[in-house]
Protein backbone atom coordinates (compact mmCIF):
# COMPACT_ATOMS: atom_id res chain seq x y z
CA UNK A 1 0.00 0.00 0.00
CA UNK A 2 1.55 3.38 -1.21
CA UNK A 3 1.47 5.95 1.69
CA UNK A 4 -0.05 8.77 -0.69
CA UNK A 5 -2.73 6.41 -2.24
CA UNK A 6 -6.87 6.91 -1.82
CA UNK A 7 -6.93 3.14 -0.07
CA UNK A 8 -4.03 4.67 3.08
CA UNK A 9 -6.43 7.75 3.10
CA UNK A 10 -9.54 5.85 3.25
CA UNK A 11 -8.12 3.34 6.05
CA UNK A 12 -6.74 6.56 8.37
CA UNK A 13 -10.31 7.77 7.92
CA UNK A 14 -12.34 4.29 8.42
CA UNK A 15 -9.77 4.03 11.76
CA UNK A 16 -10.39 7.19 12.95
CA UNK A 17 -14.05 6.59 12.93
CA UNK A 18 -14.02 3.34 14.44
CA UNK A 19 -12.14 5.15 17.51
CA UNK A 20 -14.81 7.49 18.18
CA UNK A 21 -17.78 4.73 17.76
CA UNK A 22 -15.36 2.82 20.57
CA UNK A 23 -14.55 5.89 22.52
CA UNK A 24 -18.33 6.73 22.81
CA UNK A 25 -19.33 3.05 23.21
CA UNK A 26 -17.13 2.93 26.09
CA UNK A 27 -17.98 6.50 27.74
CA UNK A 28 -21.93 5.68 27.52
CA UNK A 29 -21.09 2.15 28.94
CA UNK A 30 -18.84 3.79 32.06
CA UNK A 31 -21.77 6.89 32.37
CA UNK A 32 -19.79 9.53 31.40
CA UNK A 33 -20.90 12.28 28.50
CA UNK A 34 -20.99 11.84 25.35
CA UNK A 35 -19.35 13.67 22.28
CA UNK A 36 -20.44 14.34 18.93
CA UNK A 37 -18.99 14.95 15.85
CA UNK A 38 -17.77 18.51 16.44
CA UNK A 39 -16.87 18.21 20.21
CA UNK A 40 -20.13 19.09 21.91
CA UNK A 41 -21.07 17.32 24.68
CA UNK A 42 -24.66 15.27 25.18
CA UNK A 43 -25.27 14.75 28.86
CA UNK A 44 -26.84 11.13 29.51
CA UNK A 45 -31.08 11.29 30.62
CA UNK A 46 -31.48 11.18 34.37
CA UNK A 47 -34.56 9.30 34.82
CA UNK A 48 -34.94 11.36 38.40
CA UNK A 49 -34.94 14.60 36.33
CA UNK A 50 -38.34 13.73 34.76
CA UNK A 51 -39.73 13.13 38.29
CA UNK A 52 -38.50 16.43 38.95
CA UNK A 53 -40.04 18.10 35.91
CA UNK A 54 -43.54 16.94 36.66
CA UNK A 55 -42.79 18.12 40.13
CA UNK A 56 -42.12 21.72 39.34
CA UNK A 57 -44.71 21.48 36.56
CA UNK A 58 -47.31 20.26 39.15
CA UNK A 59 -46.00 22.91 41.60
CA UNK A 60 -46.00 25.86 39.12
CA UNK A 61 -49.58 24.89 38.41
CA UNK A 62 -50.92 25.28 41.99
CA UNK A 63 -49.10 28.31 42.48
CA UNK A 64 -50.79 29.64 39.19
CA UNK A 65 -53.75 28.95 40.82
CA UNK A 66 -53.28 30.51 43.93
CA UNK A 67 -51.99 33.60 42.00
CA UNK A 68 -55.45 33.94 39.99
CA UNK A 69 -57.72 33.88 43.73
CA UNK A 70 -55.22 36.56 44.88
CA UNK A 71 -55.38 38.56 41.82
CA UNK A 72 -59.70 38.19 42.46
CA UNK A 73 -59.03 39.22 45.63
CA UNK A 74 -56.76 42.12 45.29
CA UNK A 75 -59.22 43.21 42.55
CA UNK A 76 -62.21 43.31 45.62
CA UNK A 77 -59.98 44.87 48.17
CA UNK A 78 -59.48 47.82 45.44
CA UNK A 79 -63.06 48.21 44.39
CA UNK A 80 -63.91 48.22 48.34
CA UNK A 81 -60.74 50.97 49.24
CA UNK A 82 -62.13 53.05 45.68
CA UNK A 83 -66.03 53.10 45.56
CA UNK A 84 -68.04 55.55 47.64
CA UNK A 85 -68.25 54.59 51.51
CA UNK A 86 -72.18 55.03 50.92
CA UNK A 87 -72.25 51.98 47.86
CA UNK A 88 -70.05 49.68 50.00
CA UNK A 89 -72.21 50.37 52.84
CA UNK A 90 -75.46 49.53 50.75
CA UNK A 91 -73.80 46.55 49.29
CA UNK A 92 -73.06 45.15 52.62
CA UNK A 93 -76.61 45.93 54.25
CA UNK A 94 -77.94 43.86 51.09
CA UNK A 95 -75.67 41.06 51.37
CA UNK A 96 -76.70 40.96 54.82
CA UNK A 97 -80.53 40.86 54.36
CA UNK A 98 -80.10 38.52 51.78
CA UNK A 99 -78.77 35.61 54.98
Same mark, same amino acid.
Given at each position: ?? =?????? !? %? @? /? /? @? %? #???? =? /???? =? !?? @??????? +?? +? =????? &?? @???? *???? /? *??? #?? *????? !???????????? !?? +??????? &???? &?? *?????????
Amino acid at each position: MD =WGSPQF !V %L @A /I /I @A %L #SYGG =W /IINN =W !VR @AKHGYEL +ED +E =WGGKT &AK @ANPD *EQRK /I *ELL #SN *ENEEL !VGKIDRLQERLQ !VL +ERIATDP &AKRT &AD *EIEALREKN
